[in-house]
């Protein structure tokens, strides 16, 4: 079976590296239920921990919803590459998937965007966060237990109007 051709980003390669805001979404094919076990999420959000280290980024949060993942990266320094990182994420979580032999995979490509206005970080996170709380997983979004962050606290980014800015 041909795989589909990646679609071309829409962003400049320049747009993802420095201190810049990203937003990821990516899908699990066919919406299957991917990220309903604590162990397989653990082993997803440890290879996002180690391509934020590789490129120096931060992720304020996360959600992995059961088909479906987000993640909002911020570079840490001028040479911090977030397209680099979710591209790195993507492929070390594709091979995770090939040596458990799960059925499912990750769709080809992802959606993503730039962060630019504060009212739009606010949104993008409040959207993130209150994904679980929609879809009726939880009564309370800090019940979901697949929400979370990397190099920060999530209650704190979330509470610190300086991150709005």
């Known amino acids: 079976m041909?795989?589909?051709?990646?679609?071309k980003h829409r962003l400049s390669r320049e747009d993802y590296v420095g201190q810049v805001r990203v937003a990821f979404t990516c899908c699990v094919d066919e919406r299957r239920k991917l990220f309903v076990e604590r162990d397989i999420v653990?082993?997803?959000v440890e290879i996002l921990k180690?391509?934020?280290?590789r490129h120096?980024?931060?992720?304020?949060?996360?959600?992995?919803?059961?088909?479906?993942?987000?993640?909002?990266?911020?570079?840490?320094s001028?040479?911090?590459?977030?397209?680099?990182a979710f591209d790195g994420f993507k492929k070390k979580s594709g091979e995770l998937l090939c040596a458990k032999n799960l059925s499912e995979s990750m769709q080809f490509s992802y959606h993503d965007h730039?962060?630019?206005?504060?009212?739009?970080?606010?949104?993008q996170v409040f959207y993130i966060?209150?994904?679980?709380?929609?879809?009726?997983l939880v009564n309370d979004v800090w019940d979901y237990p697949y929400t979370g962050s990397i190099g920060c606290?999530?209650?704190?980014?979330?509470?610190?109007?300086?991150?709005?800015?």
Request: charged fraction near 30%; aromatic fraction near 10%; charge should be positive.
């Open 114 to 123: 730039v962060i630019r206005a504060s009212h739009d970080w606010r949104n």
């Open 50 to 53: 180690v391509q934020c280290h």
């Open 56 to 76: 120096e980024l931060i992720i304020p949060i996360y959600c992995f919803m059961p088909d479906h993942l987000h993640v909002i990266t911020v570079g840490r």
């Open 153 to 165: 606290d999530l209650k704190e980014m979330v509470l610190d109007t300086a991150w709005w800015g």
């Open 78 to 84: 001028y040479r911090s590459d977030a397209k680099s």
């Open 42 to 44: 653990n082993e997803f």
């Open 129 to 136: 966060l209150q994904n679980p709380k929609r879809a009726g």
């Open 2 to 7: 041909d795989r589909p051709r990646a679609r």
